[in-house]
């Protein structure tokens, strides 16, 4: 992985939480608790807790993450909190799980459970990514393959770098010029996605899929996007 892409596993008894949530995460700096949040790459029936997360130079928390050593300390929220999960997502034939960078973490989480493979005949993950150092979660990714090798389509679009068996565009922009739909199949009403990550990505497919008749999943009117912008 990146050097600036680290991902951390800790240990901590939160009350049990459900695949997609988050926990916060904070530190104390000059006297104050800095926390944000951070999707659980871990999945709950695992006993260990972990999160991704990207160094941003300028952020204030995650420059102060990046210089942690193993055994120190970090606070934790009590509870993990949120809705992006399986039981907020309704039924279809195709889940597309859609992810920029960091967002990729929260997928992983949701695909060691089994409610996704239980509930979709077919699961295609796009990861979006810079560089491919940014391809996080390879060994994952390919145990959960070898797992489930008919229902599982796994793509990476890397927008920097030339790299070989990778669409080497936007995912909006690939998915507009048939890139991702040659290989994964068409976009219809029976497909539900989920979308993390950048909220750019988000927003630019919120708009694609509106021109396929797909509308955001709402709790008062169901649709077809769940999603979570990460700012
Ligand atoms: C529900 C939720 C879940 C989240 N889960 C994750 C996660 O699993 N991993 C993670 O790295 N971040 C995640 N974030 C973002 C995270 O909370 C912080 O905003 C991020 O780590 C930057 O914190 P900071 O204090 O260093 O930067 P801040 O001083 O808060 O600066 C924020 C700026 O950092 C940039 N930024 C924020 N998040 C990212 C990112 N993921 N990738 C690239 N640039 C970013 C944006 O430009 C944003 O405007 C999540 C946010 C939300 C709302």
Not at 5 to 28: D, M
Not at 141 to 150: G, V
Not at 162 to 173: C, E, F, G, L
């Amino acid at each position: 992985m990146d050097d600036d892409l680290v991902s951390i596993r800790f240990e901590n008894n939160i009350p049990p939480y459900i695949a997609g949530q988050f926990t916060k995460i904070g530190l104390k700096l000059d006297g104050d608790l800095v926390s944000r949040p951070y999707s659980l790459v871990s999945a709950p029936h695992e006993d260990f807790l972990e999160v991704i997360y990207v160094n941003v130079p300028d952020g204030k928390l995650t420059p102060h993450l990046h210089k942690l050593d193993t055994n120190d300390s970090i606070f934790v929220m009590d509870k993990a909190s949120g809705f992006f999960i399986m039981d907020e997502v309704p039924d279809g034939d195709k889940l597309w799980l859609v992810a920029t960078g960091t967002g990729l973490g929260v997928f992983i989480s949701l695909l060691k459970t089994d409610s996704p493979w239980k509930r979709f005949k077919e699961i295609v993950l796009i990861h979006g990514v810079r560089t491919s150092g940014e391809l996080a979660y390879q060994d994952q990714i390919k145990e959960l393959q070898a797992k489930h090798p008919n229902q599982l389509k796994y793509l990476q679009t890397v927008t920097r770098e030339k790299i070989d068996n990778t669409i080497n565009a936007r995912i909006p922009d690939a998915i507009k010029d048939g890139s991702i739909t040659n290989i994964c199949g068409e976009i219809n009403s029976s497909s539900q996605f989920m979308l993390c990550g950048n909220p750019d990505m988000i927003n630019d497919m919120v708009d694609l899929l509106g021109t396929y008749g797909l509308e955001r999943n709402r709790r008062s009117k169901p649709g077809n996007i769940t999603l979570e912008k990460y700012w």
